[in-house]
């Protein structure tokens, strides 16, 4: 996908400029840029989703009653494990989330994956089809697809980093490479969606930025620019991040900031050009803007509710605290 690529050249341009210490301040308006470039399509296409719901769901509990019984002797094979992706599309929440989501967390949990196969499902999840499907497109049922194909990797990075241990620091770094487009260009962060259960993409980008962080393959400048791109895209969602994402993202943010004080002082300087941009913007008739602005409110309030926050980020939360 020409747009994808371009997404990912920026950043890796960003990315560059970071390691060779010829920027460091500026990244998050720079990412900004990035954000502010991408080109979405004004028009849907069809969005294909799977029809099979009864007998997928049957599918799924004969593996997962095969699991429970054989243990550590337990198999799935490589048509099972395809067809269980391909149901990360489907908008029934019972076959999404409460199914196939559910069984994969198990099949992590008790490594029934070989390591061949978790890097297969690794490689597929990472495919502009599952990753980036329609997702420059307006607000469509294929959100539920990208959104469940980043969760999934946040999935198989702890599973790799506590039980496999096989995945390259190339692969890992190909993950947070195409996790960090993927969150430069969602722009659907709906939380729970009626009758098709949770989207949640902000949450779920969320808990990848988590697993990478305690990667220690990656490197800190990596993290620093990771840390940027997910505060910048939680901060311009134009949806209400209303589901527990402020809440998840302090967590998140307070333990990375724990890692070394590098993270307290980048964190700081993303909050504080985050608070002068507030300070020049006019109010717009718009839920958009009334979104963003509740957004932040909630997210601030969650951070000095913290009782680990950094005395350095306590002290700047406290000073403006009036403002929000």
Partial sequence: MKEVQNVMQQ????????????????????VLVVMD?????????????PEDNESVLQRITAIDERIKTKGKEATISDEELDDLLRHLASPDSQVRDKGVFYLFNRLLRQTVLTPAQLIWVKDRLLQDDYLFAHILEPENDAVFLRSFSAMFL???????????HVLSTAELLAIERRVMAYTVIELDSRGYVDGKGWAHAMTHIINVWSELNETPEIQRADKILMMAIVLQAYRFSDNALAY???????????????????????????????????????????????????????????LLLQPELPDKIADYLRKISDLF
């Fill in 154 to 164: 946040a999935g198989i990075l702890y599973a790799n980093r506590t039980f496999y």
């Fill in 11 to 30: 950043l890796d341009a960003i990315r560059s400029a970071l390691i060779k210490g010829d920027i460091y301040q500026s990244i998050p308006e720079k």
């Fill in 37 to 49: 470039g991408v080109q979405y399509k004004t028009r849907r296409t069809h969005v294909v989703v």
């Fill in 244 to 302: 527990g994402e402020d809440s998840h993202l302090t967590n998140v943010l307070i333990s990375l900031m724990n890692k070394h004080q590098l993270y307290v002082d980048y964190c700081l300087i993303v909050l504080q050009e985050w608070q002068r941009s507030l300070l020049t913007m006019a109010p717009q008739d718009t839920v958009g803007f009334w979104n963003r602005w509740y957004n932040h409110n909630r997210f601030l309030q969650s």
